[in-house]
């Protein structure tokens, strides 16, 4: 669903961030990209939604090109979680889910519909939380919220860069359970970034070990296990 042919990114410093990805991402996985600081992965994950342009090689999602797609069409089928949670501090949790399900023009009880599904399955009581701001959430509640929201428009796939890093391990743990029991609920396709290898074994159908730009091991948690 998601491939890497010959996928390099320099920077404009001649940084080379990717060196000559080739890397295949099946449709329903959960895949985990981990690896130490600065070796990329950020920059291979945001590359498949062209956050960062490529220097070389070709991404192609479902077979076609990332650069034939429309950009908002591209952006809007791959929802996105980041480490700090940028929710919209004006708007209530209710209309920073909505986002993109508006600009897909989607009908409002639709929408409200589907606001109230997704905060209980990740265990906000919608009638508790959708009409708060932020600010009235703990971290642990925000990223919740971040996490339903990239869900919100039922992308096809979801980008997620160290969502649960800026928590408490209590907290953390418990996302990482929800996340699990939400991912066998509805069967996206997550790549999700880690620095931490008990994460990347918890959560990743595959794992994909980065050093300096490149792949230097990929396979089940089993695999990673047995060959370390
Ligand atoms: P990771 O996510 O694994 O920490 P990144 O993908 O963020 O790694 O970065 C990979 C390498 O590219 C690092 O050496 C980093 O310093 C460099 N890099 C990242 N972003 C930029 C940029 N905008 N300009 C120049 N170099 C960058
Ligand atoms: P840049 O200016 O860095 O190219 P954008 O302005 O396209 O980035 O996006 C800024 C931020 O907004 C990104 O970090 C991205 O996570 C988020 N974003 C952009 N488009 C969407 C979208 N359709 N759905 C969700 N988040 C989006």
């Known amino acids: ?5 010959n996928v390099s990114k320099k920077y404009e410093n001649d940084q080379v961030a990717v060196n000559a990805i080739n ?7 959960f895949f985990v990209i981990i690896g130490p600081s600065g070796c990329g992965k950020t920059t291979l994950l945001k590359m498949i939604n062209r956050l960062i342009q490529l220097t070389e090689g070709t991404i192609r999602i479902n077979e076609k090109r990332i650069s034939d797609y429309n950009i908002h069409e591209l952006r809007w089928n791959i929802g996105y979680v980041l480490q700090q949670i940028a929710l919209f ?5 209710e209309e920073n889910i909505a986002i993109v399900p508006e600009l897909k023009k989607w009908r409002l009880p639709h929408i409200q519909q589907r606001v109230r599904e997704l905060l209980a399955m ?5 009638d508790k939380y959708s009409q708060r701001k932020p600010k009235e959430l703990s971290g642990g509640e925000q990223q919740r919220v971040g996490v339903v929201r990239a869900l919100a428009a039922d992308p096809e796939i979801v980008l997620m860069d ?3 890093s800026a928590l408490d391990p209590i907290s953390r743990t418990k996302l990482q359970d929800d996340l699990l029991e939400l991912q066998r609920a509805i069967q996206k396709t997550i790549v999700f970034v880690s620095h931490d290898m008990q ?3 918890k959560l990743g159908d595959r794992i994909c070990v980065m050093k300096d730009g490149e792949i230097v091991q990929i396979g089940t948690p089993q695999e990673i296990i047995q060959n370390p």
């Open 23 to 29: 890397l295949e991402i099946k449709k329903g996985e």
């Open 89 to 93: 501090p004006h708007m209530t949790i």
């Open 122 to 126: 990740v265990g906000l009581d919608p």
């Open 162 to 164: 160290e969502p649960f």
């Open 1 to 5: 669903m998601i491939t890497f042919d």
């Open 199 to 201: 994460e990347a074994l």
